[in-house]
């Protein structure tokens, strides 16, 4: 397949479909960016606040709930979140796109009524034999069911292009968790029961404005005239793999709380908890808008006709997320212990440790979510669910070695080893399907413009006394590093002068 690319790695002036895909990529990214900013503050926020008001036994507690709804929420209808990134813009292009939603809400009232019932016939039962844990069973049956609505009328509109509406209700929604969990906790009761009660009732407050907004209201005294079993066949077909790709993704990121819970006790499952997603909030503040931004552009080009490219598109996308994520990941890394100091209580500063494992899977994971994509075009969701029951398997193997012996340590090693199993699996299997190539030459460039930050942010953080605050050492360090990033990356020809020029304008 030619090549359409300068020296850079930058996509040529005369390939017009890079130039557009590039050119929406930057836009929808910016425009994702305050849906992924605002709710990373506030969670920021909201982990400096609870880590303070609870011991980290408690905090444990309520990472293992939310870890648990967190995969029932996938399990449940995570199916049903990627059919519609993949198969939206099919039915818009047809004029469908107001009777697809009616039909994804009918779907998702099929699948959460069980539930409800199961609930409200067997809560004494279920909640007796949760012991300790039962009095959680209500809010985070409801967060499960909340969730599934407010994510998937999400999906609706990120796969729309819809991105600004998209940002809003995000930001809505952390807005709402934080505000309602406070109000639970300070006005009702000092019990962590109040976070996962805020966050459901924050998801149950959006799903009528958010149906307002998709003009399908006034359908759905009539939704039983829209049970399409086809489109249900073909969801299912696409995806359950999916699903369990979800479930696995989940058991990836979160199996060690449990094992952690199992095997250490509940403190380390909070001190870790807290740890780990605070460098995934941070970390989610640069890599989420791009991958929000980068998935529906892709499905878009294959969908109209750009089939023979979306490897060029792949590679392409693959460069310019690393070149956004490396220096912020190499700025979590080597200061992640001044801004544990300054986000989180001091009973959870000692697990900063596991930040540059964290960081380093972190990145790693979200270069597989473009690399991947190759494989979910072509519909091979059960090889892509066959890739990542490998790594969840590895990292519960890994866990059982490495926890006893290491504690949260260890189980953030494992983590990391077994995100890394992943893209390594992909890029091997895409290879008879749409290949995913990765810029080998871009990624030197940019490790060698990391390591560059990393020696001045260790200079930095070192130079300074103790006695100035660790804040304004974090300041002083982005202020220092962001520069030399940029100016090795131009040395190397990575980047033109051209280039910083249209990201400041």
């Not at 994702?32 to 400096?48: E, R, W």
């Not at 086809?230 to 969801?235: D, K, M, Q, V």
């Not at 006893?404 to 992943?422: D, I, K, Q, V």
């Not at 130079?463 to 982005?478: D, G, H, K, N, T």
Request: contains cysteine; charged residues 15%; aromatic residues 10%.
């Amino acid at each position: 397949m030619p090549d359409h690319r300068h020296e850079s790695g930058a996509p040529s002036p005369g390939s017009r479909l890079f130039t557009q895909l590039t050119q929406k990529l930057t836009r929808d990214t910016l425009r994702y960016i305050p849906a992924v900013v605002f709710p990373a503050a506030l969670s920021i926020v909201a982990a400096s606040v609870f880590t303070r008001i609870f011991a980290p036994d408690e905090y444990g507690r309520y990472a293992l709930v939310l870890a648990a709804a967190t995969v029932a929420s996938a399990l449940l209808s995570g199916w049903l979140q990627q059919s519609v990134l993949r198969y939206l813009p099919r039915y818009k292009a047809d004029g469908e796109l107001a009777d697809f939603v009616v039909k994804l809400v009918v779907v998702l009232l099929g699948v959460t009524t069980p539930i409800v019932l199961v609930l409200v016939a067997g809560h004494s039962f279920i909640a007796h034999h949760l012991g300790s844990y039962g009095r959680f069973l209500v809010p985070a049956v409801l967060l499960v069911l909340s969730e599934s609505f407010f994510l998937n009328l999400g999906a609706v509109l990120q796969a729309d292009l819809r991105s600004k509406t998209y940002s809003l209700f995000r930001i809505s929604n952390a807005a709402l968790r934080l505000g309602l969990a406070l109000a639970f906790v300070l006005l009702v009761d000092r019990d962590v029961v109040g976070l996962i009660a805020g966050a459901a009732a924050a998801n149950l407050l959006l799903v009528l404005p958010m149906l307002a907004e998709l003009r399908v209201l006034g359908k759905l005294p009539i939704a039983h005239k829209f049970i399409d079993f086809g489109l249900i066949r073909l969801f299912a077909a696409y995806g359950l793999p999916m699903a369990g790709w979800l479930l696995c993704g989940q058991i990836l990121a979160i199996s060690d709380r449990f094992m952690l819970e199992a095997l250490r006790g509940s403190a380390e499952v909070g001190i870790y908890s807290a740890n780990y997603n605070l460098v995934r909030m941070g970390f989610d503040l640069i890599s989420g808008p791009i991958l929000m931004a980068s998935y529906p552009l892709i499905m878009t080009a294959w969908e109209t006709g750009q089939r023979d490219r979306v490897s060029e598109v792949l590679t392409d996308f693959t460069r310019h997320y690393l070149l956004a994520v490396a220096p912020f990941a190499t700025f979590i890394a080597v200061l992640g212990r001044e801004i544990v100091s300054v986000v989180l209580g001091s009973e959870f500063h000692e697990g900063y440790t596991i930040i540059p494992f964290i960081i380093a899977g972190s990145a790693i994971w979200g270069t597989a979510m473009i690399g991947h994509k190759g494989l979910e075009i072509a519909e091979k969701t059960r090889t892509l669910l066959l890739l990542v029951v490998v790594s969840a398997v590895l990292n519960i193997a890994l866990n059982f070695v490495f926890i006893p012996r290491y504690g949260y340590n260890g189980a953030a090693f494992a983590t990391f080893l077994s995100y890394l199993a992943y893209p390594v699996l992909v890029y091997w299997v895409t290879r008879r399907f749409i290949p995913w190539r990765i810029p080998w030459r871009s990624v030197m460039r940019i490790v060698a413009a990391c390591a560059a930050v990393a020696g001045i942010l260790v200079v930095v953080s070192r130079l300074l006394p103790q006695s100035v605050p660790r804040l304004l050492v974090l300041i002083l360090a982005a202020a220092v590093g962001t520069p030399v990033y940029l100016a090795v990356l131009v040395w190397t020809k990575e980047l033109r002068l051209s280039d910083l020029r249209f990201r400041l304008d």
